[in-house]
């Protein structure tokens, strides 16, 4: 079981990293030697809105679904996430014409309303791929992501002859659709609601308030940014957290991993957990050194243009990911274990310190000032994960005592 838990940890590392370095170090580095500084800020911010709206709807769903799914199987019902897929889509469709009324303002119609299919297709995507989790499949979920490396490419070339971005994005996710729709039948399950449907949209709706709070988190810099500073800054930024963020997104197949085993179980002891944390910081600081190590040398061949101004904020901004790092590594044990209400407390306090604390510190010392605003809400965050399991799980210890006696 372990050894196939390492292997699965493997290919669902892969399949994260294969896609993410073609586009991260390949084809968006291209990009920006192509556009200018603001430009590129522009496609960053707008990408982060896509993520933010089109991945919280998606992730939340697919999550859902996991979790779920033996309830659903043990009854021998179906339905219920197809509906709340469509009423996702269009609520998605919606939010996106909204922001990019403000953050593509600059761009003609047919590069938003490409914009807006990318976000519909990103957020059915994410939720489709659940069944190769449901199913521990991590080999198709690899060959998904070999697709979406493959359209990311020809994207790329149709961006050489045309000069429009949105074809990057447009064409990797289009062909990893039609993947998923080849080899995925979830998709297609009965648009109907079930005995289910309510206890279930509920709990759906308060993981994507906990969602979207958690996608904040990770996007609403670059949306703070570009409004407040410009493109430019947003560019000199996404340069500094360029491989931190590659650490993060390296260990977060771990999690996905994590939280498809823990599906099928049904306690998580508090040694385990304590076991979890001490691993996750001990890769977390070899990480931040690594990072520290080599973001100079690798840094000046990725983004030449940005280096000078970008290598001052990378201890900060690399810190504060090792710490989102760890909170991800945990968050599937709280996910499974404690209610979704935990979540949305979690989440929402943290929100809270970060927009108005960074907001502060941005209006007093610039960039710097945002990246140490992040860096403390990180922090407070992960200690407030920390200690809201131990004290759930107290609770819980002692309940269960004063019943048996």
């Known amino acids: 079981m372990k050894k196939k838990i390492i292997f699965d940890v493997i290919l669902n590392m892969l399949a994260t990293l294969i896609p993410m370095f073609a586009l991260q170090f390949i084809i968006l580095p291209q990009v920006a030697l192509k556009i200018s500084a603001d430009s590129y800020g522009q496609l960053l911010a707008i990408i982060a809105f896509i993520y933010l709206s089109a991945s919280s709807f998606g992730s939340v769903l697919n999550n859902s679904k996991l979790i779920h799914y033996k309830k659903y199987d043990e009854l021998k019902v179906h339905g219920d996430f197809n509906i709340i897929l469509v009423i996702f889509l269009v609520s998605n469709t919606i939010i996106m014409i909204l922001g990019l009324l403000y953050y593509g303002k600059s761009l003609n119609v047919l590069t938003n309303i490409s914009l807006v299919l990318v976000s519909s297709i990103l957020l059915f995507n994410t939720y489709a791929s659940v069944e190769f989790r449901i199913k521990l499949n991590f080999k198709n979920i690899l060959m998904n992501s070999i697709m979406l490396f493959f359209g990311y490419l020809v994207g790329f070339v149709l961006f050489l002859f045309t000069g429009s971005w949105s074809l990057i994005y447009l064409s990797g996710l289009g062909i990893n659709m039609i993947f998923l729709i080849y080899k995925t039948s979830i998709w297609n399950e009965r648009y109907c609601k079930t005995l289910l449907f309510k206890a279930t949209f509920k709990e759906v709706i308060m993981l994507l308030g906990s969602g ?110 090792i710490l989102t790092i ?24 943290y929100m809270i310190i970060y927009v108005p604390l960074s907001m502060f510190l941005l209006s007093l ?39 048996e006696y």
């Open 365 to 403: 010392y610039g960039l710097m000032g945002l990246c140490i605003g992040i860096l403390i809400a990180n922090f407070t965050k992960l200690l407030i994960m920390i200690a809201t399991y131990f004290y759930v799980n107290r609770s819980t210890n002692a309940n269960n005592l004063s019943e």
């Open 212 to 321: 979207i709070l958690v996608s904040l988190g990770a996007y609403v810099d670059k949306l703070i940014i570009f409004p407040l500073l410009g493109g430019t800054a947003v560019s000199i930024y996404y340069a500094a957290t360029i491989f931190g963020k590659t650490i993060a997104l390296a260990i977060g197949p771990i999690t996905g991993v994590l939280l498809s085993y823990l599906a099928h179980m049904k306690k998580f002891s508090s040694n385990n957990f304590k076991f979890l944390l001490s691993i996750s910081s001990i890769v977390g600081f070899l990480g931040y050194w690594i990072v520290i190590f080599i973001s100079e040398p690798l840094l000046s061949f990725v983004y030449p243009q940005y280096v000078e101004d970008a290598i001052q904020y990378i201890p900060v901004t690399t810190l504060s990911i």
């Open 326 to 349: 760890i909170s991800s590594v945990i968050n599937p044990v709280l996910l499974k274990f404690l209610s979704a209400k935990w979540q949305m407390l979690i989440n929402g306090l």
